[in-house]
């Protein structure tokens, strides 16, 4: 008898009659039978289907409130599809009719009274044999289950990293291939537009008076129109002109660019937004980097065109927020609103040049301009974005251009050529716009009030003085009128915020030069500065 079946199998015996119960258990117990559990009350069988697990029953068939017929059918309904649960009906009914209703009805095997053991245990054994075999080709198919899952699991996974690859670069080579079609077609528009201005600087100076005023007019929009045309094409060079080997790179603080962009772009997020009546909130987690090698004027005007586009996606008001880390040697700079978000196809196609949703009131080249400067860096940016729910760019420069040296103080290496008086009320904007002069060559001299300035200016000579309208004390415009009734004929620029007041009354405060509002770009007062000299 290979009593191992038999030894790890449970068996359930149900019978009404506790006389053959113990018979049976003594049987089951002589042959050393592993757990045996037994009831006389058939009521209980379901649940002891479910808290003993048997791996065999043996079943008497009449008894009284539930009959073994019945039994059959519950048990067949109570188990789990598929598992076979062998039934061994014991009975004393001798009938046919009787044998061939319990095997119709799910039995298994059938035995009649009185019990030959030998007869019992070896009907028992195979049925138990069955039943382990049974079990095990089942824990087979599941394994294999489990694994073919698994497998399609990682085939799956591998098949979505594929295609994000083969996505990824695919739009690399698109803007790579824009890039470049935008900058040849820049380089030719640009010798077409020297000589257009070339020439035309020529006509003007012929022109004087005797051409009429209409067409002298007419000649000067066109003029006009080159000149702006020549911009667009110096920025689209700019953006995607290769890294020099001799460009000179300061190490740059990248908070604190951040941090003055986020002063410079105030008008447009704060002041602009809350006369509308919609509050933009700006957020900064900025944790301590290394320098980065660069330009700060170039890191400013690249963190000025994302603040931009996250004011244009927020016209309902958000939040903006600037994280920076340091991760595995590079700075990792992530600005992220809580805008309206982009589609797939905007977000993987808002690098381009070009490309913009906003009509006549883009360029689409904000982000082209971010990619450019990225790119010249070796680093990466990442476009994290879902429609109506925000966008995160994620700016990545490389440890190639990270270095663990503290920033210089800015200039010092450029050849002065004007000395200027920088006036602003806020120390982080008289910095920035000194920082901006110092790398054009200038001499800038940050004082942080109109007072100042007239000292100064009794003081020593100056070129120019550059001051912001809205201060303590003296304004801009006073300051302007300070200095002519004072007899001092340097050069006065003045900025304006959004808010000033000065823009809705329009027109330079008397006694200044010029008038530019902010945020004020490198380029804005390069070409400030050209204007009010050339007066
Ligand atoms: P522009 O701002 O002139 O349209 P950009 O190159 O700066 O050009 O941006 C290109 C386009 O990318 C935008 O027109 C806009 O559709 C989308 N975009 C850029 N930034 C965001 C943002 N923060 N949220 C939603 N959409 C954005
Ligand atoms: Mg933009």
């Given amino acids: 008898m290979p009593e191992l079946v038999l030894k790890k199998a449970r068996f359930l015996i149900v019978d009404d009659e506790a006389s053959n119960v113990r018979l049976l258990e003594r049987l089951l117990e002589l042959a050393k039978a592993g757990y045996v559990v037994s009831t006389t009350d058939p009521r209980r069988v379901i649940s002891m289907l479910l808290s003993e697990k048997p791996d065999i029953v043996l079943l008497d068939l009449h008894m009284p409130f539930v009959d073994g017929f019945t039994l059959l059918s519950q048990i067949k309904t109570a188990l789990p599809l598929g598992?076979?649960?062998p039934i061994l009906v014991l009975t004393a009914d001798v009938t046919p009719q009787t044998r061939q209703r319990a095997l119709e009805k799910g039995a298994h095997d059938f035995l009649t009274k009185p019990l030959d053991s030998d007869e019992v245990l070896l009907r028992i054994r195979n049925l138990l044999e069955t039943r382990f075999l049974h079990l095990e080709l089942q824990r087979q198919n599941e394994a294999l289950e489990r694994q073919v899952k698994e497998r399609t699991g990682q085939l799956e996974d591998t098949l979505v990293r594929l295609k994000a690859a083969q996505e990824q670069l695919v739009?690399?080579?698109?803007?790579?291939?824009?890039?470049?079609?935008?900058?040849?077609?820049?380089?030719?528009?640009?010798?077409?537009?020297?000589?257009v201005l070339g020439y035309g600087e020529l006509l003007s100076g012929f022109f004087k008076n005797e051409v009429p005023a209409r067409e002298r007019e007419q000649f000067q929009h066109l003029m006009e129109a080159a000149e702006d045309a020549s911009h667009v094409v110096a920025r689209l060079r700019d953006f995607y002109r290769p890294a020099e080997q001799d460009e000179l790179r300061v190490p740059v603080d990248v908070n604190i660019a951040i941090q003055q962009a986020i002063?410079?772009?105030?008008?447009?997020?704060?002041d602009k937004s809350r006369a509308k009546g919609i509050q933009i909130q700006v957020e900064t987690n900025l944790a301590k980097?290394?320098?980065?090698?660069g330009h700060a004027p170039e890191v400013r005007e690249i963190l000025t065109n994302l603040i931009f586009n996250a004011v244009d996606a927020m016209p309902e008001g958000g939040v903006l927020r600037f994280t920076t880390s340091s991760e595995d040697?590079?700075?990792?700079?992530?600005?992220?609103?809580?805008?309206?978000?982009?589609t797939e196809e905007e977000s993987s196609r808002c690098l381009e040049p070009f490309y913009t949703t906003k009509g006549d009131r883009g360029t689409g080249l904000g982000l082209a301009a971010v990619y450019g400067f990225v790119q010249r860096y070796g680093g990466s940016v990442v476009v994290e974005s879902r429609k109506w729910n925000g966008t995160t760019f994620t700016l990545t420069l490389p440890s190639s251009t990270v270095k663990n040296v503290p920033v210089e103080p800015p200039g010092n290496l450029s050849v002065p050529s004007l000395r200027v008086l920088v006036v602003d009320d806020q120390e982080i904007i008289r910095q920035v716009i000194v920082e901006m002069l110092q790398a054009e060559g200038h001499q800038a001299v940050p004082v942080e009030s109109a007072q100042e300035v007239l000292r100064q200016l009794a003081l020593s000579t100056w070129d120019l003085v550059i001051s912001d309208q809205s201060m303590p004390g003296m304004t801009g415009a006073q300051l302007a009128a300070e200095m002519r009734v004072r007899g001092s004929t340097v050069p006065l620029i003045v900025l304006t915020g959004f808010g000033d007041e000065m823009r809705t009354k329009g027109g330079t405060p008397q006694g200044a030069d010029l008038l530019i509002s902010k945020p004020v770009t490198a380029n804005t007062l390069k070409k400030a500065i050209a204007t009010v000299l050339k007066r």
């Fill in 171 to 195: 739009k690399q080579e698109r803007l790579r291939a824009l890039g470049m079609m935008a900058s040849g077609i820049a380089h030719d528009f640009n010798n077409a537009l020297t000589m």
């Fill in 329 to 342: 040697g590079c700075i990792v700079i992530r600005v992220s609103d809580t805008g309206v978000g982009m």
């Fill in 263 to 270: 002063v410079l772009t105030a008008p447009r997020w704060r």
């Fill in 289 to 293: 980097l290394p320098s980065f090698l």
């Fill in 83 to 85: 598992e076979y649960l």
